[in-house]
């Protein structure tokens, strides 16, 4: 009976410390932040900082340090912020780099200019407890395929 509180207890206790961990990005971001370091991830896909693309989606890749996580954030051009981009679900749109140290997310994109903000944060281990961020920026933006959308849209 003790071994099964104690297994049930050490679930419990692994499940409760990863969702923390994906849920402790911040829900807004100044348009200006950087991040303290540039090495915890690097993306490469889409292959440039800026795309142009008709698709209502784009698959987000790149490689990075196992165990960081990677919280997405879309722009808002009225409050000039970063804001933390949810899926259908209502859940944060994240990921954990895994042991292969790759990742792969596929983001929803309106119509228009996309800012978005890649927020990985590294660390917080037993021994200093320090978390390092980075944050990388893309533009990526729909068009729609008539002529007046797509005029207009180069000059948002």
Not at 1 to 11: C, D, G, Y
Not at 52 to 76: D, H, K, M, P, W
């Amino acid at each position: 009976m003790f071994r099964k509180t104690l297994v049930l207890f050490l679930i419990i206790t692994v499940i409760t410390s990863v969702s923390a961990a994906v849920f402790a990005a911040p829900e807004v971001i100044d348009a200006e932040y950087e991040g303290d370091v540039y090495d915890i991830i690097s993306i490469t896909g889409p292959e440039s900082e800026a795309l142009n693309t008709f698709e209502r989606s784009c698959l987000v890749s790149g490689y990075g340090q196992e165990g960081a996580v990677v919280t997405f954030y879309i722009y808002n051009r009225n409050d000039e912020v970063y804001y933390k981009m949810y899926g259908e679900e209502e859940e944060a749109v994240s990921l954990i780099v895994g042991s292969s140290s790759q990742f792969m997310k596929n983001i929803d994109l309106q119509h228009g200019r996309n800012r978005i903000l890649l927020l990985a944060e590294y660390g917080g281990g037993e021994e200093d407890g320090e978390v390092l961020t980075q944050a990388v920026k893309i533009n990526i933006r729909v068009m729609n395929y008539n002529l007046f959308n797509i005029i207009q849209n180069l000059f948002q």
